[in-house]
């Protein structure tokens, strides 16, 4: 079954430390997608990209890297963790010729 | 200012009863509507979608949902809910200029009472 996953599932890190979060998927979608997702905020769409060399930056990039090394992987680097950058983070993949996007089950980071 | 606005944060009901969650946007053009599920500590869930046709959209787990091009609403329905429909539900739009992209609501947090 295609499927999305991420690792790790609960982060806690330290101001101005460095956190990497890593998304897998076996869908074989071009696109993947990092979101974070806050009370009343809904999600929020970091970086996304369309295949493997490829980010794109979202409405809230600032803090945030991504690097897409292979078609089934995708990361989201904090460079410098600050305790704002608490949050859900979601990671998606989805086909361009389609619509639905598929969700991985969370990375829950908390920066202290 | 494009927007996709979920103007109830909680609706709760009984087991049984309909309920209508409210999804209104604000995108001109052509457009792809949506909407998804997200049960407690779980990554979000397709539900179904609207480009064309039929403004009335089955989803899963008998949900359906209505387009109004005159009111630019696109509401989620069910028609007698079950506790396990207790969730938090998330209206989606793509629009140009990038298909690509997904802009949520801040979504509806359905409980279902026994």
């Known amino acids: 079954e295609a499927a999305v996953t991420q690792s790790p599932r609960n982060k806690v890190a330290v101001t101005g430390g460095k956190v990497t979060l890593s998304c897998n998927q076996t869908?074989?979608?071009?696109?993947m997608y990092w979101y974070r997702q806050d009370t009343g905020h809904g999600l929020r769409l970091i970086h996304y990209?369309?295949?493997?060399?490829?980010?794109e930056k979202g409405d809230i990039p600032d803090g945030y890297k991504a690097s897409r090394p292979s078609q089934e992987n995708f990361s989201l680097i904090l460079e410098l963790a600050t305790p704002s950058q608490t949050s859900v983070y979601f990671c998606?993949?989805?086909?361009?010729?389609?619509?639905?996007?598929?969700f991985g089950p969370g990375t829950r980071l908390t920066v202290l | 200012t494009q927007t996709v606005s979920q103007s109830d944060a909680h609706v709760t009901v009984f087991e049984g009863d309909s309920v209508e969650l409210r999804c209104n946007y604000s995108?001109?053009?052509?457009?792809?509507l949506s909407w998804y599920i997200q049960h407690h500590g779980r990554g979000l869930q397709f539900l179904l979608k609207?480009?064309?046709?039929?403004?009335v959209v089955q989803g899963v787990n008998g949900f359906e949902a209505e387009f109004s091009k005159s009111d630019s609403s696109f509401h989620l329905r069910k028609a007698s809910v079950h506790w396990s429909d207790s969730a938090v539900y998330f209206c989606?739009?793509?629009?140009?200029?990038?298909?690509?992209?997904?802009?949520f609501g801040s979504g509806t947090k359905l409980t279902v009472e026994p």
């Open positions: 998606a993949s989805g086909d361009s010729r389609a619509y639905e996007q598929y």
């Open positions: 869908n074989n979608h071009n696109n």
């Open positions: 990209s369309y295949g493997a060399g490829s980010t």
């Open positions: 995108y001109g053009g052509s457009i792809y």
């Open positions: 609207y480009y064309s046709g039929n403004p």
């Open positions: 989606a739009v793509k629009a140009m200029p990038n298909y690509n992209v997904l802009y």
